[in-house]
C-alpha cells in the first residue's frame, strides 16, 4: 500500500475541487495513482472534478503565423503571468511563429538555432532566448509548435494569449474563422466522433461503467446507461456535432454546409495544458529556514 502524504492530497484537491477527505479516500483506494484518484472521484462527484482537473495553471503565451497558406501555431511558456505581459518576451514569441512557418525547423532544438537578434541579444533565437532569461531574470522556453504548409486555406484566433486555434479549411473565411473561435471556446478534441482518441473513449467508458454500478440497476439497463453516456460524450468532444457557439440551434456541420466550406482540420493549444505547475508550500518553507537558522547558530 502506497503511502498517502499531505502533498499528494492537496494536489489532488488543487485538481479537482473536492473535499479533503475525499481525496484522500480516492488516493488510498487508487494505492496513490494520481489519474486513477481523479477518474475516482468523478464517479463519486460527477463533472465537477473532471472540469476542475481540466484547469491548466502554467504561464505563457500562444502565438500564430499566417502567410497565405503556411502558417504556425507555437506555446512559449514562462514561470509567472507577470512576463506574459512583457514586451520582448511577447515579440520573441511572436517572431518565433513567423520563424516556424518561414523556415520549418524540425524541432525545438532546430527553432533555436535559426537567425534572429532582438535586444542586442543574437545571432540566433536560442541566443535571444538565454539573453532575455538574464534580462527579465525569469526561466523562459518554447513548448511545442505546429507548422501548416500544403493546398488548404488557413484561419487563425487567439483568445487573449492563453488559447491558440489555427484551423485547416476549404472555402468561406468567415465560417472558418467562427469555427476557429468556437474550437477556442468549445475546445474539441476531434472533428468527428469516429476521430476521438481511443484511450479517451475508454476511460469515458471506465467511468460511466463504474457510475453504472454503482446505480444497483439491471445489468441490461446499466448496459443502456453506459452506452448512453458515452455517445453523449462523444457528441460533445467532436467539433461538427457540437452546437455551434453562434447558433446553438445548429450544429457545426449544420453551419459549415450552410456556408459550403469544409474544415479538414484544427490544431488548440492552451498553455500550459498538461502541465504541473510547482505550488509553494510557504509554511514548509518558513519552517525549513528557521530550522537551518537554529542548526546554523
Known amino acids: 500500500m502506497a503511502a498517502i502524504t499531505a502533498s499528494m492530497v492537496a494536489e ?20 496513490g495513482n494520481m489519474e486513477k484518484a481523479e477518474e475516482i472521484l468523478r464517479v463519486k462527484l460527477g ?3 473532471g472540469k476542475a482537473a481540466a484547469r491548466v495553471t502554467a504561464e505563457g503565451v500562444v502565438t ?18 507577470f512576463v506574459t505581459k512583457n514586451d520582448s518576451f511577447l515579440a520573441m514569441a511572436r517572431a518565433a511563429a513567423e520563424l516556424i512557418a518561414r ?13 534572429y537578434s532582438q535586444d542586442g541579444f ?3 533565437l536560442e541566443e535571444v532566448r538565454k539573453g532575455l532569461i538574464g534580462k527579465i531574470g525569469e526561466n523562459m522556453s518554447f513548448r511545442r509548435f505546429k507548422r501548416f504548409d500544403g493546398a488548404k486555406q488557413l484561419a487563425a484566433y487567439l483568445h487573449g ?3 491558440g486555434v489555427v484551423v485547416e479549411y476549404e472555402g468561406d473565411d468567415t465560417a472558418a474563422k467562427d469555427v476557429a473561435m468556437h474550437v477556442a471556446a468549445m475546445k474539441p478534441v476531434a472533428l468527428t466522433s469516429a476521430d476521438v482518441p481511443a484511450e479517451l473513449i475508454e476511460k469515458e467508458r471506465s467511468v460511466a ?16 446507461m453506459i452506452e448512453g453516456s458515452v455517445q453523449k460524450y462523444l457528441k460533445e468532444v467532436s467539433l461538427f456535432n457540437q452546437p455551434f457557439v453562434k447558433n446553438d440551434k445548429q450544429s457545426v456541420e449544420q453551419m459549415l454546409k450552410s456556408a459550403n466550406t469544409q474544415v479538414k482540420g484544427f490544431t488548440l493549444y492552451v498553455v500550459g495544458e498538461g502541465i504541473e505547475k510547482k505550488v509553494d508550500d510557504f509554511a514548509a518553507e518558513v519552517a525549513a529556514q528557521v530550522a537551518a537558522a537554529k542548526s546554523a547558530a
Open 64 to 81: 500564430a503565423f499566417i502567410d497565405g497558406k503556411t502558417g504556425a501555431l507555437l506555446e512559449t511558456n514562462c514561470e509567472t503571468d
Open 12 to 31: 489532488l484537491r488543487a485538481k479537482t475541487d473536492a473535499p479533503m477527505m475525499e481525496c484522500k479516500k480516492a488516493l488510498t483506494e487508487a494505492d
Open 161 to 163: 494569449t492563453r488559447i
Open 47 to 49: 463533472n465537477k472534478a
Open 122 to 124: 543574437g545571432p540566433t
Open 103 to 115: 523556415n520549418n525547423p524540425s524541432d525545438i532544438a532546430a527553432l533555436g538555432a535559426l537567425p
Open 209 to 224: 461503467t463504474a457510475k453504472a454500478q454503482e446505480s444497483g440497476k439491471p445489468a441490461d439497463i446499466a448496459a443502456k
